[in-house]
């Protein structure tokens, strides 16, 4: 068993920062763990071996929500970003980057924001619900980094959605799970989106 203290290198942020998930890579040599603006990447012994930050630009407020792992250790974390240093201030967008299992980074995706998950092709699925028209949506991306198909994630006006989780099986139809807030009464509900191999909403329950 290893048992690790997740803290990011600079002492003085450490206040700041707050695991949210981690991942071991399909060979067990590492584990990864997204934190609310940074990703850390520990060997088999527990020693950090790099940290990431997750940033758009020098004065973006960003923040984390969720990392996979593909079987060539490349690291996929998926977030919102607005372009403002104050968050009182920014619109949160969605943004997803990837890096290498050298931690160089890959690529940026405007897509996704709280939810991913990578098959063992590298295809990346993503979701988020953002409050900017038309970024709130389920998309696949190739494993170059290509847009394969986007669907657009939506709810009723007085909903307030959350997304939890993305899953995509072995024939690319994926689940989308969340929690939905409705803004007058203050009811949560659950709702399960269940997506076609090419992006085509099949059904959803809400309960």
Same mark, same amino acid.
């Given at each position: 068993?290893?048992i690790?203290r997740f803290?990011p290198?600079?002492?003085?942020e450490?206040?700041d920062?707050?695991?949210?998930?981690g991942k071991?890579s399909?060979?067990?040599k590492?584990?990864s &763990?997204v934190?609310?603006?940074r990703?850390?990447t520990y060997?088999?012994?527990g020693?950090?071996?790099?940290?990431?930050?997750?940033t758009?630009? &020098?004065?973006s407020?960003?923040?984390?929500r969720?990392?996979d792992i593909d079987?060539?250790?490349?690291?996929?974390i $998926?977030g919102?970003?607005?372009?403002n240093?104050?968050?009182e201030f920014?619109?949160?967008?969605?943004l997803t980057?990837?890096?290498d299992?050298?931690?160089v980074?890959?690529?940026?995706i405007? &897509?996704g924001?709280?939810?991913v998950d990578?098959?063992?092709a590298?295809?990346?699925?993503? &979701?988020?619900t953002?409050d900017?028209?038309?970024?709130?949506?389920?998309?696949?991306?190739?494993?170059a980094?290509?847009?394969?198909?986007?669907?657009?994630l939506?709810?009723?006006?007085s909903?307030?959605?959350?997304?939890v989780?993305i899953?995509a099986?072995?024939?690319?139809?994926v $689940?989308?799970?969340g929690?939905?807030?409705?803004?007058i009464?203050?009811?949560?509900?659950?709702v399960?989106i269940?997506?076609?191999?090419?992006g085509?909403?099949?059904?959803?329950?809400?309960?």
């Amino acid at each position: 068993m290893l048992i690790m203290r997740f803290r990011p290198r600079d002492s003085e942020e450490a206040p700041d920062f707050g695991l949210l998930k981690g991942k071991a890579s399909a060979s067990m040599k590492s584990i990864s &763990a997204v934190g609310t603006d940074r990703v850390l990447t520990y060997d088999q012994q527990g020693m950090l071996v790099r940290q990431r930050r997750f940033t758009d630009t &020098a004065i973006s407020d960003d923040l984390a929500r969720d990392l996979d792992i593909d079987p060539t250790g490349r690291i996929t974390i $998926t977030g919102s970003t607005a372009q403002n240093a104050s968050p009182e201030f920014g619109i949160p967008t969605p943004l997803t980057l990837q890096y290498d299992d050298s931690g160089v980074l890959l690529r940026t995706i405007r &897509a996704g924001g709280e939810a991913v998950d990578v098959d063992t092709a590298g295809a990346a699925y993503l &979701a988020g619900t953002f409050d900017t028209p038309n970024a709130s949506q389920v998309a696949k991306f190739d494993a170059a980094g290509g847009q394969v198909w986007l669907t657009p994630l939506t709810f009723a006006d007085s909903d307030i959605p959350f997304i939890v989780a993305i899953a995509a099986d072995t024939v690319g139809q994926v $689940t989308v799970a969340g929690i939905v807030t409705n803004a007058i009464s203050l009811n949560q509900d659950y709702v399960t989106i269940r997506y076609a191999a090419d992006g085509r909403e099949l059904w959803r329950h809400r309960f």
